[in-house]
T-cell receptor, first 109, second 116 residues
Framework: QKEVEQDPGPLSVPEGAIVSLNCTYS??????FMWYRQYSRKGPELLMYTYSSGNKEDGRFTAQVDKSSKYISLFIRDSQPSDSATYLCAMSSEDKLVFGAGTILRVKS | NAGVTQTPKFQVLKTGQSMTLQCAQD?????MYWYRQDPGMGLRLIYYSASEGTTDKGEVPNGYNVSRLNKREFSLRLESAAPSQTSVYFCASSEPLKRRVDSGYTFGSGTRLTVV
């Protein structure tokens, strides 16, 4: 069993939809949780981060962490074609991040 | 522009050939990492270096070696390339997350390696 599980998709939604991306994990020591966005043929870029449990909001993006369920989510409101990318969850107990497989998101105009 | 620079961007090797992937960062980060990315597998850690002069194995180190030449540079070497090493390789750098979780990792743009 992988330490971090993420559905690779692809996920295809119409413009303006609310998108929900999720990851589950098995290591209860994880305390740093991140979401990276990766455009085609580019390196991943940090999108959101949270420390321990709770929610964090930044514009159209909301990250949630539920440590009791070992489950993290990223919500994208009013999705745009420019949001089309691969979204990778990542988490760590110290400095070495463990990544999910990434979910391919396509937002259709 | 500050960031992580990887060279080369593309490379085709024949089975058994050797090569070194170069990585340099100008953000004065202590930690540097090498990942490989394969379809459906996400990013898997090959080696990392917590500070100048130290290196440690990650999840998939077999067939690779690394050198932390100085604080800025971290190279990855394939001594005898195999088709299973066909992948996209990413270098990254960071500060300790407990100190700068808001900056996370900074990644380079990747090296696309094909071994035939």
């Amino acid at each position: 069993q992988k330490e971090v599980e993420q559905d690779p998709g692809p996920l295809s939604v119409p413009e303006g939809a609310i998108v929900s991306l999720n990851c589950t994990y098995s290591n209860s020591a994880f305390q740093y949780f991140m979401w990276y966005r990766q455009y085609s043929r580019k390196g991943p870029e940090l999108l959101m981060y949270t420390y321990s449990s709770g929610n964090k909001e930044d514009g159209r993006f909301t990250a949630q962490v539920d440590k009791s369920s070992k489950y993290i989510s990223l919500f994208i409101r009013d999705s745009q074609p420019s949001d089309s990318a691969t979204y990778l969850c990542a988490m760590s107990s110290e400095d070495k991040l463990v990544f999910g497989a990434g979910t391919i998101l396509r937002v259709k105009s | 522009n500050a960031g992580v620079t990887q060279t080369p961007k593309f490379q085709v090797l024949k089975t058994g050939q050797s090569m070194t992937l170069q990585c340099a960062q100008d953000m004065n980060h202590n930690s540097m990492y090498w990942y490989r990315q394969d379809p459906g597998m996400g990013l898997r850690l090959i080696y990392y270096s917590a500070s100048e002069g130290t290196t440690d194995k990650g999840e998939v180190p077999n067939g690779y070696n690394v050198s932390r030449l100085n604080k800025r540079e971290f190279s990855l070497r394939l001594e005898s390339a195999a088709p299973s090493q066909t992948s996209v390789y990413f270098c990254a750098s960071s500060e300790p997350l407990k100190r700068r979780v808001d900056s996370g990792y900074t990644f380079g743009s990747g090296t696309r390696l094909t071994v035939v």
